[in-house]
């Protein structure tokens, strides 16, 4: 594979946005398209790349399209239909999704991208908005071996870890593993400042010492000073995840797993919607704590 294979990427939002600045960074040619056609724009002038007015467009003679977008939908949207990605790819181009949708979803596409002689890989990211910028996101992926092995050394660009996890739905199944770990995480770090602070303990000072022992956690590292200063503007938003902890219960519903922690803090981050939070970030749990 050439080293700058031509790429398109689909859905320049908050991930979207610097995941493809990172492709353009590193030498390939770039088209790309966004719902609201200011943000391409921007993206065109800022890296000489072209803009295109539909995903179709935008895909015509790419060697890979990447996507972005919000959920299952979102992603039918871009994809399917007259002015869908997959009408413009040519034979052989690879289709690589970042959104976190449905295993589902990812079957279904990657089915259609097999029957118009196209490759399809679900490939939901971890890292957050500081991560895309950084170009350090953990991807995990879904699809066939040789289809992954091409499509590598282009998400290399802005991966840090990235790895193959099994057919078409694995790497969403994995994205909901994750998801199903940070819920629980944050409701306890939140239970857990809240006693401390309700049992006149300096919250501040037990988390610099706790951090050391075996309570520590990336959420504790990094989210619980702003948690104890209700600061919740920190990228991925409650409604977000909303989202993704409905497509694992989903998902568990079908496999038989039994989500009882998740399925509880999916309707904490209901009642944060509730008091106004639904674009606070996800530490916001707390907040339902101290009232
Ligand atoms: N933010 C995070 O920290 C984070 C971390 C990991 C994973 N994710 C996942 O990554 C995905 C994107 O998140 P984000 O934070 O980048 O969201 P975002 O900032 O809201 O961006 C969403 C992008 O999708 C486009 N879009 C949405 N619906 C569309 C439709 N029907 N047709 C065409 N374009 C559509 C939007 O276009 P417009 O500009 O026109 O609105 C925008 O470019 C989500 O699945 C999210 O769960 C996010």
Not at 153 to 167: D, E, I, K, N
Request: with cysteine.
């Amino acid at each position: 594979m050439s080293a700058k294979a031509s790429v398109a990427f689909i859905g320049l939002g908050v991930m979207g946005y610097p995941t493809a600045g990172h492709l353009a960074r590193a030498g390939r040619p770039v088209s790309v398209y966004n719902r609201t056609a200011a943000k391409a724009e921007r993206f065109a002038q800022e890296f000489s790349a072209s803009a295109a007015p539909t995903p179709r467009d935008a895909a015509e003679g790419c060697d890979f399209v990447l996507s972005c977008v919000g959920n299952d939908d979102d992603l039918r949207s871009v994809t399917l239909g007259p002015t869908g990605a997959f009408a413009g790819m040519k034979k052989g181009a690879i289709f690589i999704d970042h959104t976190t949708a449905s295993a589902q979803v990812a079957r279904e596409l990657a089915t259609e991208a097999k029957r118009l002689g196209l490759g399809f890989i679900d490939a939901p990211v971890s890292g957050g908005q500081a991560g895309a910028e950084r170009g350090a996101l953990t991807v995990m992926c879904g699809g066939e071996a040789a289809d992954f092995e091409r499509a590598q050394p282009v998400m290399a660009a802005y991966a840090c870890a990235c790895r193959l996890m099994g057919p078409s739905g694995a790497g969403q199944l994995t994205k909901m593993v994750n998801q199903i770990c940070i819920a629980g995480l944050i409701q306890s770090l939140s239970e857990a400042l809240a006693f401390a602070t309700q049992a006149g303990l300096d919250a501040s000072a037990v988390v610099s010492l706790l951090k050391n022992g075996t309570a520590q956690s990336w959420q504790m590292e990094n989210r619980a000073e702003t948690m104890l200063r209700a600061e919740f503007d920190h990228g991925f938003a409650v409604e977000w995840m909303r989202k993704d902890l409905a497509i694992c219960l989903d998902e568990a519903r079908r496999n038989g797993a039994r989500l009882p922690v998740a399925a509880l803090v999916d309707q904490f981050y209901a009642g944060v919607e509730k008091i106004g939070g639904k674009r606070w970030d996800t530490s916001s749990l707390i907040a339902l704590l101290q009232r």
